[in-house]
């Protein structure tokens, strides 16, 4: 029987392949390995495939498309109410099959190798800013140990290393001096990489039509702007500004019975990392404001009279969006 659906479990290295004729009967249930992959889909008719939105899923879903197959992609949380029973590679396959015909199922728009590039971009320099954090946090918690303590950023780290060095033996073991200078050399390798990165990310978002258009939003900078291009592969799929504030979860959770509904906190649903630059280009705002007033937006000056700063800085982020 000709196959019309097909639900495909992703792996490192073993793939589940669930097909379903038009009426929804399973035909066939079969493990492939990844270099049989390819080829067993050459030898298929064109079809709909489902996969979940995971890792190397918008790499398969662009080279089963250009095979002649109708590929889209399902958010894991959207498949996980159609397993039955177990958790197995065929009941993923088989539930990835049954989601992906469903007529109020939400997908995700496949990503260019563009914009993953720009992804790499963004998310090694946010790797590298944590990092730096780590290193921050570990020499400041070593050398307290012994006494040595400076206020608190970056900028006082010097200081701190020239406590260190001038310590006297007895205060501060060598042992501890060489380590603990490793660490800072670490600490200055990871600020000029930080720099370069952030140097080819200005590059990037002037060359970028889409980048330069969303760097004229207020508190939208280059690195915001770098990440909803990577991170958004089609804004089109958002019916409006608040459809994409929702996928982020800038907006309050609802719990509602019997014709009554209560509004939460903020659902923190979507990627985090967008969500925390674009919260964090509204903290700027506000600071800007109350420096140079709220005459170009009164609502922000009510807003920040009745309610706590992190509270407006949310709701102006929603706006933003």
Not at 121 to 134: F, Q
Request: charged share 20%; hydrophobic share 45%; with cysteine.
């Amino acid at each position: 029987m000709q196959i019309s659906t097909i639900g495909l479990d992703l792996g490192k290295r073993v793939f589940q392949v669930h097909g379903a004729n038009a009426s929804g009967t399973c035909v066939l249930s079969k493990r492939l390995s990844r270099l049989q992959v390819i080829e067993y889909f050459k030898a298929l008719p064109p079809c709909l495939v489902g996969m979940e939105a995971c890792g190397s899923a918008h790499h398969w879903a662009r080279v089963l498309s250009r095979l002649g197959h109708q590929v889209r992609l399902i958010p894991p949380q959207y498949v996980k109410p159609y397993v039955q029973r177990n958790k197995t590679d065929a009941a993923d396959a088989a539930a990835i099959c049954e989601a992906v015909t469903r007529p109020s199922m939400r997908f995700v728009a496949v990503k260019s190798v563009e914009q993953q590039g720009l992804g790499v971009l963004y998310r090694t320099r946010d790797l590298l800013v944590r990092s730096r954090t780590m290193s921050v946090n570990a020499v400041r918690g070593h050398l307290a140990e012994f006494g040595l303590v400076v206020p608190q950023g970056l900028a006082q780290q010097g200081k701190l290393a020239q406590l260190m060095k001038d310590a006297p033996s007895d205060h501060v073991p060598e042992l501890a001096k060489q380590i603990l200078t490793l660490l800072f050399e670490h600490l200055l390798a990871l600020e000029a990489r930080i720099r370069e990165l952030d140097r080819r990310i200005a590059e990037v978002c002037r060359e970028n039509a889409v980048c330069r258009r969303l760097g004229t939003i207020p508190g939208v900078g280059p690195i915001t702007a770098l990440a909803m291009v990577a991170k958004v592969a089609d804004a089109t799929t958002f019916r409006s500004s608040r459809h994409f504030a929702a996928w982020l979860g800038l907006v309050p959770g609802q719990h509602g019975t019997g014709g009554r509904l209560q509004l939460g906190r903020i659902t923190k649903r979507g990627d985090g990392s967008l969500r925390r630059l674009l919260v964090c280009g509204a903290m700027a705002l506000i600071r800007q404001a109350r420096v140079r007033g709220t005459r170009t937006m009164p609502w922000l000056g009510a807003l920040l009279v009745a309610k706590k700063v992190k509270l407006a800085a949310v709701a102006l982020a929603r706006v933003k969006t």
